[in-house]
């Protein structure tokens, strides 16, 4: 009778978690809508043709009197969010847990991300400000969402499943990407037929990113759990803004190993998100394709990269994480340095390079996270992913403004890109050298038998 007792109970627990994990998921089929049809497709190139609307005659526009040039400012616009990001993401990784209250806080930054995209609908004509701060909130909110749905994966799925589970996840959100893209691409392509302007097409494919991302994160707000902390760090006072970021840095200063692969993380990924962010610039400024050609590229990622996740956590079965990303970081400079020598008006060649990313994009990033996942201390999930968030969303600074000023001094969207090759060769060193099995072991997890 005990027996069964102990069995039932642990097949609920499963079910249970089961249940949690999709519910999980479901936070990137919402939000990752923001980063496919905003900040990758849309948004760059509308954002800079309005800033190119109020430039001046040299080409410059001039926030709060400072002379810009109207190419960069969305590459700009991107790096000041992390000003929001490194003060807000400490604050509530350490309130979430020392509280243990993660779902009001994921509720609040989903929201107001969310509702800060969906105004961008108001965005057009010369208001190229506004399009700058509905970004910069919009992206500190993604990043501070991001980083407590991150938290949550060492609580939802033991040592064994986590690379499974967080390939499902951005398997999850590629998905939707590709499905809103190809509603998106209608919506553009056709817009005479719809009454629409060009202009008026591209506001409502931002402001409906918006809609979905409210929309889907009821699901998982609804599914996930909080769980209880203990009494100790909930006693323990909360530090404001970059005094917390010392600290949490500082605590992880007794595990310098998961800081060293936090570090390498830092670096390539910062590539990653450049590219991400800066590769329909590239496209319509450089290579002079249209929007539909840069729109269905972008599809192509999103369908490949449902494949390639799922296919890179299978190979992380095979020869681990470690190994199956540094394969990865040789991809994107691979790709990188293809993408330099791209033909201008040439969309076949873009479709191939759009092809090669979205093998690479979804499992770097998901074997990333997972591998993070058992580098964290238990009862520090939300402090330290709120770090690795820095270095996904929040601190991918350096690669928009290397971009940035690289465009500024040599006028070329070539050199440009070319530049970000550093990131992946520096970050595959950093890397490499670190031993992630002792990682695991010095922060007080299991050590998975493949890693």
Not at 26 to 45: E, H, M, Q
Not at 412 to 432: C, E, M
Request: aromatic share 10%; charged share 15%.
């Amino acid at each position: 009778m005990g027996t069964d007792t102990v069995r039932a109970g642990s097949a609920d627990e499963a079910a249970e978690r089961r249940r949690e994990q999709r519910g999980w998921y479901f936070y990137d089929w919402a939000c990752s809508v923001y980063s496919t049809s905003v900040l990758t497709v849309f948004l760059g190139p509308y954002l800079t043709s309005v800033a190119k609307n109020a430039a001046d005659a040299d080409g410059f526009v001039h926030p709060l009197g400072i002379p810009v040039r109207a190419g960069s400012f969305f590459a700009y616009s991107v790096s000041l969010s992390v000003i929001v990001a490194v003060l807000a993401m400490p604050l509530v990784g350490v309130a979430a847990d020392r509280t243990g209250r993660k779902k009001p806080l994921l509720a609040a930054a989903a929201y107001t991300g969310a509702a800060a995209t969906t105004a961008m609908f108001f965005l057009g004509g010369d208001r190229y400000l506004l399009g700058g701060v509905l970004l910069i909130v919009a992206n500190a909110a993604a990043a501070v969402g991001q980083m407590l749905y991150n938290s949550y994966l060492p609580q939802i799925a033991p040592p064994q499943e986590r690379d499974a589970v967080s390939s499902r996840g951005w398997a999850f959100g590629y998905a939707a990407g590709a499905l809103v893209l190809v509603a998106n691409l209608v919506l553009y392509m056709s817009h005479d037929s719809f009454g629409l302007s060009e202009s008026a097409a591209v506001r409502i494919c931002l402001a409906s990113a918006g809609l979905w991302w409210g929309a889907f994160a009821l699901i998982p707000l609804r599914r996930l759990r909080d769980r209880r902390p203990s009494a100790p760090e909930a006693k323990e006072p909360t530090a404001p803004g970059f005094r917390q970021l010392a600290a949490t840095v500082r605590d992880m200063r007794r595990h310098p190993l998961t800081l060293a692969f936090l570090l390498a993380y830092l670096i390539y990924n910062d590539g990653i998100q450049t590219v991400i962010s800066q590769a329909s610039i590239y496209g319509s400024e450089e290579l002079d394709l249209g929007q539909s050609t840069l729109i269905t590229a972008v599809l192509l990622v999103q369908v490949l990269a449902v494949a390639g996740a799922l296919t890179m956590g299978r190979l992380a079965r095979v020869y681990g994480a470690q190994r199956t990303i540094l394969g990865s970081l040789v991809a994107w400079a691979v790709i990188l340095g293809a993408g330099y020598f791209l033909p201008a008006g040439a969309p076949v060649w873009f479709f191939v390079l759009a092809a090669g990313i979205g093998l690479v994009l979804g499992g770097s990033q998901a074997l990333s996270r997972s591998l993070f996942s058992h580098l964290v201390p238990p009862g520090k999930e939300a402090e330290y992913f709120s770090a690795y968030e820095m270095s996904d969303r929040g601190m991918s600074w350096l690669g928009p403004l290397l971009f940035g000023i690289t465009y500024q001094l040599t006028g070329s969207y070539r050199d440009a890109i070319i530049s970000l090759v550093a990131f992946f060769v520096i970050g595959f060193a950093l890397l490499a050298r670190v031993p992630v099995r002792q990682a695991i072991s010095d922060a007080g997890n299991p050590v998975p038998e493949r890693i």
